[in-house]
């Protein structure tokens, strides 16, 4: 039998719930499609950043950025989503916040990179 498979808006207390509200929603399911074009935004710009970066690293770099890419992207999951019983509850907000600060780290090292050349250590670093 196939496991049905939610995706659900779990607006969390803290003020990173409101970061998206230009959405503009009266209800968590008016939200979803709104935050998931948000999430598709995120991600696009993270995958430019990650491709200009690589661009830029020599081979030992370019492996120490996908060992630390890999890690974030299970740590994003592990934070974003839950399972209960059958349905897997994602946390958009949440998934667009981890993935706008990975962007943001990204940035800082391609800006290093050209500033005064790529330090393959900073590429471990964690936002």
């Known amino acids: 039998m196939m496991k049905k498979v939610f995706a659900a808006l779990l607006l969390c207390a803290s003020g ?6 230009s959405c ?3 209800s968590d399911l008016e939200g979803v499609p709104c935050l998931s074009q948000e999430y598709q935004r995120a991600q696009r ?17 370019r492996e120490q950025l996908e060992r630390s890419q890999q890690e974030w992207k299970k740590t994003r999951v592990e934070r974003c989503t839950r399972r209960e019983g059958n349905s897997i509850f994602v946390d958009l907000d949440c998934g667009i916040s981890r993935t706008d600060t990975r962007t943001r780290f990204l940035k800082e090292r391609l800006d290093e990179c050209y500033r005064s050349g790529c330090i393959n250590e900073r ?3 964690r936002p």
Not at 16 to 21: M, N, T
Not at 46 to 61: E, K
């Open 45 to 61: 710009e993270l995958n430019d950043r990650y491709s200009s970066l690589t661009l830029r690293l020599d081979n030992r770099g």
């Open 123 to 125: 590429l471990k670093e």
């Open 24 to 26: 503009g929603w009266h």
């Open 16 to 21: 990173s719930a409101l970061a998206y509200s």
